[in-house]
């Protein structure tokens, strides 16, 4: 029983195998060109596990950043983990034991896996969501461990590997977009996010959409219960 | 020593950004966060979309083309098999074939 889940949360998390590894050789090879040794690289795989973060998280700590800088480029770059817990918040509200670390684990690409809801028929739903979980969290752990110690004389030319994790999200719009019943949320992410990336630029548009995309459902959930 | 400092304020923040809302909400939520929680699946993976994309320049070579390309083609393969993993890997290897031989 618990195999049959085992394996189906296997499954379901290959899509991030690859993505994960390749963006933690990434992560660890960084490290490794700043001077951080496999237990730092680890550590921080292990505990921060946000994967942005830990990119930027190198500059912080090579260029001996204060306490203060380090919590307020978190929030700012890790602010939309705020977004993924509330739409969990339902699906994983009685999930016991698995609940901390379930929410602990909840990065972007493990979000895009289990946002839809969708468990196995059979077994304990909380079990599968915790092992994709754990699976996507080893790949991590485990690319940025390779690129810390072997990962600047791959032999073979890797360029272009990181758009599996563009493609991860695309596979899930495309998905959804299929499936939905309305496609309104769909078009208000898309729409809010460009017009934000327009007016805000690359490296401060996230946080005005996420408040445009709350502002807009908001007011159409307020229109749907007018009409009905 | 410093290091430690810095890696532990950046987990604890992390942390604390993820369980917040369960914190605030967990025990009753109420039903405006349930909407919210039930309608911003698509938006959020639509924003992770063009948050992906947000580096390419539409205005010079290559002109996003690469990008764009491999885009629609795990659409149209998701559309057409209905299974990701293989979309996902359709699109890739086009990417890496696209940056690696062509642009």
């Not at chain 1, 602990?104 to 994709?132: I, K």
């Not at chain 2, 909400?25 to 919210?36: A, Q």
Request: hydrophobic fraction near 50%; include cysteine; glycine fraction near 8%.
């Amino acid at each position: 029983m618990n195999r049959q889940i085992i394996k189906s949360a296997f499954i379901k998390s290959l899509p991030v195998l690859a993505g994960y590894i390749v963006l933690g050789i990434g992560f660890g090879i960084l490290m490794n060109n700043a001077g951080y040794g496999v237990l730092w690289t680890a550590a921080m795989s292990i505990f921060i596990y946000a994967g942005s973060m830990q990119y930027v998280g190198v500059g912080l700590l090579t260029g001996g950043a204060s306490v203060l800088t380090a919590i307020f480029t978190t929030i700012t770059v890790n602010a939309r983990h705020l977004f993924y817990s509330i739409s969990m918040i339902d699906k994983y509200k009685d999930s016991g034991k698995y609940k901390p670390y379930l929410i602990f684990a909840l990065t972007d690409e493990t979000y895009s896996l289990l946002c839809d809801g969708n468990t196995p028929d059979e077994g304990n739903p909380d079990f599968y969501r915790f092992m994709v979980s754990l699976f996507d969290h080893c790949y991590w752990i485990l690319g940025s461990i390779i690129g810390n110690l072997i990962g600047s004389v791959l032999p073979f030319s890797t360029a272009g590997i990181e758009f599996s994790m563009t493609a991860l999200f695309v596979a899930a719009f495309t998905e959804q977009w299929l499936t939905a019943k309305d496609r309104i949320s769909a078009v208000t992410g898309i729409v809010c996010t460009l017009l934000c990336l327009v007016i805000f630029g690359r490296n401060n548009f996230l946080i005005p959409a996420m408040i445009l995309i709350t502002f807009v459902l908001t007011i159409l959930s307020k229109r749907g219960e007018r009409t009905k | 020593m410093s290091s430690a400092v810095l890696v532990a304020a950046m987990s604890l923040v992390t942390i604390l950004l993820r369980f917040l809302p369960f914190l605030i909400f967990g025990k009753e939520t109420p039903k405006y966060v349930s909407y919210l929680g039930r309608v911003l699946p698509p938006a959020i993976i639509g924003m992770l979309v063009i948050y992906c994309l947000k580096d390419i320049t539409v205005s010079a070579f290559p002109y996003g083309l690469p990008e764009l390309i491999s885009v629609a083609c795990v659409m149209v393969v998701q559309i057409w098999k209905r299974n990701s993993l293989i979309s996902i890997l359709s699109g890739t290897v086009m990417y890496m074939i696209l940056v690696q031989t062509v642009f």
